[in-house]
Structure formats: C-alpha cells, structure tokens
C-alpha cells in the first residue's frame, strides 16, 4: 500500500482477514470488471441471478462436496455480525431454547443478538440494554493449559441446578481472532462436538475470520475433523473486501420461513463473481492450502525465535496456520511495537482484551519476500522498542523524532 506522499507499506492486518488474497487481484478484478461491462445485475435483493447461481455452483463443487458437507447456504445481511444474528436465530427457533453459550474473549459481531455472544466488555458497554440470552464458559485454556473447560460445560449441562439454562447453542471460534489470537486444540473441539451432541445442543462455529483458508485449510474446522451444525462466514469469503457473508447449516434444521430473516442487501452480486473467482482460482485442488501451511511453519519459526532472543515469558507465540500472534502481556508495550513497524513501513495491528496481542494477519498469498520482510519489521520493532524502555523505562515519547501523522 502507498501512502499520499508515495512511502510504501506491507500491509499485516489485511482487513482483519478480509482480505487473504490480498488488496485487488489482478485475476478477480477483471472478472469482476468483465461482469459490470457486460451489465450484469448489481442488485438483486435476494433473487437469483446468473453470479449467484455460478457462485453457489463453484461453492458447492470445489468447496462443500470436497469436504463431504451438504449444507444449506443462506445468504444474510453482509456483515459478519448479521450472520452470526441469523445463526442464533436459527438456533433458537430450532430448539425452541433460548440460551447460547459462548466463551470467554469470543467476538462475534456488535449488533445487540451477536454482542450478547461477543466477551469484550467495551463493545458490551456501548449497548445501552441488557444483553441477553448468553451463558458465558471458559474458551481453551482459559483456566490453564490442563484443565478441559468442556468438562466443566459438560457437567453443568448434566446439572438441572448449575443454573445454567440448556442451550439451544454453543458458539465458539476456533481460533480466536479478536480475543488474542487464542487457538483451541483439535481435541477441545471434539470435546465440545461430543458435549453438545449428548445434550443435543447445536454447535455453531463462527469462521468469519478463521475461515477461508487462514488456518491452513478452507475451513478453520477441517483438521479437527468436526462438522458442525452452523457455520458462518463473512471477511475473506467475497475474496476482494466486497461485503458478502452466509450462514451454512444441516438441511434437518432448515426450518426458515420464507424471508423471515430478510435484508436488502443479501445479494451482492459483485460479490458473487469475485467469490467464485477466488474458489476457482485457490480452492480448485490442495495446492494453495500446502502453501498457507508451509507459510505458517515458516511465521511459527520466525516468532518463537524472536520470543526467545526477547525473554521467554515477557513474550510468547499463538496461533496456528497464517493466524499467529505475539502476546506481549502488556498492551501498551505491544502499541509501541507497532508504531515503531509502521515507521519502518509495516501495517500490524493488535487484538486481545487489553489489545497486548501482535497479530501477524498478512495476505495469505503474500510472497515469501514480503513475508520475511514483515516480520523482521517486528523483528526490530520489538528490539528497538525494548531497548529503549530498559534504557528509559518512564519516557514515553522516544517516537518524537520520526513524524507520523497520526490525523
Ligand atoms: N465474528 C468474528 C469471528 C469476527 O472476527 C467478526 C469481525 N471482526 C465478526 C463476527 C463481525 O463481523 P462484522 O464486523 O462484519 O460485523
């Protein structure tokens, strides 16, 4: 990315991974020119049109059928968060229940029905209401690496006086993107599959950012080898920063009626013909999935190096697949580490309660150049930044003599 006065930056954030195939390829937008010169349909509401119809194919044959899962595909609102609402909606009317569990530091949207999901509580205090219809649990790891918080939420589940209501679903992220970076562990998800199939409780997984290849495979799920009722995505799935977002779900539990969880904007057309675009062009065969895992190896190395020349403890590694961060316990030191990047021309932000997470959520398709230059950004970011607060611990302002404009 350029700046006005040309200077040229990586970008790390990437559209908190809307944008995994990176700013503008040169592939979709000519398809995605081709179809507005050809006056395709811009707006469609939510009938069909040709883009959907070749969408909802390509999804189907080079994504669901691969995976052997049948879902149904329903298209929302286009935010993440109106997906997240239709998937507790849906829940909810399906089993007639009206508790979620969610987890701690889980972030599913800020509309009033997904913030009620969503941990962070400066998201929850701009909410003006109550938030309701949630039962908060303890995420992975949460209570140490050896406890397994599905235990817990199993045996309040079995308990009829633990006070919590049985839920009509769990929704959990695998990964979680703006609550720190935190990974499950494959076996923790097939603990949570089992616990809500013995209490035939739905298991929603929200994929709007783990999903679309971020972890290594298409879905965030994949590896952990669980299906689960309800998957939502958003972010990456139009593959140019297009807003588009789906709910997939069981066909048993379609059990909508006709436009009750309606909206204008459920068909973006353009959307449609750059998420085929990107299906076509990365999701065809297994090749770009090995590509995003050999990427992760190469991010694991590089972090867990830079956290041992920077003391063990002080910082330490999460993630997996191109979803990794740096946990700097403290989130003031973990601004200054990116200020100092974005100086030395590097867009990285952070995530976490106290925003003390470095999150290294660069294109998935970004060059192994690129990449290693991202990182030794950091690299010296947090060498730089560290040296000073031992040099100077009570000054603040070792920034004044490089200008960024910050207006
Ligand atoms: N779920 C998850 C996992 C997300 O990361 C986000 C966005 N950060 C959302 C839901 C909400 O998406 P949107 O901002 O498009 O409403």
Known sequence: MY?????????????AGTLNYGHNHPAFKTLLLDYINSDGITHGLDMHTKAKREFLEAFNEKILKPRELSYVVQFTGPTGSNAVEAALKLARNVTGRENIIAFTNGFHGVSLGSLAAT?????????????????????????????????????????SSSGIDLPAAVIVETVQG????????????????AVCKKHEVLLIVDDIQAGCGRTGTYFSFEEAGIKPDIVTMSKSLGGYGLPFAVVLFSPEI????????????RGNNFAFVTAKAAIDHFWSDNHFSQEIKRKGEYIAMRLNAIVEKNGEGNFTTRGRGMFQGINCVDGELAGKITRRAFQNGLIIETSGADDQVIKFLCPL??????????????EEAISYVCAKEEAMPEENDYFDDVHIDSE
């Open 3 to 15: 700046d006005d006065e040309g200077n040229e930056y990586l970008d790390f954030l990437a559209g």
């Open 119 to 159: 941990g962070n509580s400066h998201h929850r205090g701009a909410a003006g209401v109550s938030l309701n219809g949630t039962s908060r649990m303890p995420f992975d790891g949460y209570l140490g690496e050896d406890v397994d918080t599905t235990a817990y939420l199993d045996k309040v589940l079995s308990d």
């Open 178 to 193: 703006e609550g720190g970076i935190n990974a499950a562990s494959f076996e923790w998800l097939r603990n949570l599959e």
């Open 254 to 265: 379609d059990q909508w009626k006709p436009g009750e969880h309606n909206g204008t904007f």
């Open 365 to 378: 398709i970004i060059s192994d150049v690129n990449l290693k230059k991202g990182i030794d950004i950091v």
